[in-house]
């Protein structure tokens, strides 16, 4: 199970969050879930980030992390 650190750590390692604000990928990093070794998010939490940030909304999929 990856740690709060550790999910904000992957998202950074990711090239459509190397240039998000920490405040955004934390917000992400909070809701995200893991399934083995990745992070994924539910339909309803990807609503409620863009609703908070719509500019992530390019950055996230319909079912979360793309």
Same mark, same amino acid.
């Not at 199970?1 to 950074?12: D, G, P, Q, S, V």
């Not at 990928?25 to 990093?29: D, E, L, Q, S």
């Not at 998010?41 to 908070?52: C, F, G, N, Q, W």
């Given at each position: 199970?990856? !740690?709060?650190?550790? =999910?904000?750590?992957?998202? #950074?390692n &990711?090239?459509?969050?190397?240039v998000v %604000?920490?405040?955004e990928? #934390?917000?992400?990093?909070f809701?995200a879930?893991e399934?083995k $070794? =990745?992070l994924f &998010? +539910?339909?309803? +939490?990807?609503? =409620?980030?863009? #609703?908070?940030y719509p +500019? &992530?909304?390019? =950055?996230l999929g %319909?079912? $979360? &992390? !793309?």
């Open positions: 199970m990856m !740690t709060f650190e550790e =999910k904000i750590k992957y998202l #950074r &990711l090239p459509q969050f190397k %604000p920490i405040s990928v #934390r917000a992400i990093a809701v879930n399934k $070794g =990745k &998010l +539910d339909p309803e +939490d990807v609503e =409620k980030i863009v #609703r908070e +500019d &992530l909304a390019s =950055k %319909p079912d $979360g &992390l !793309t």
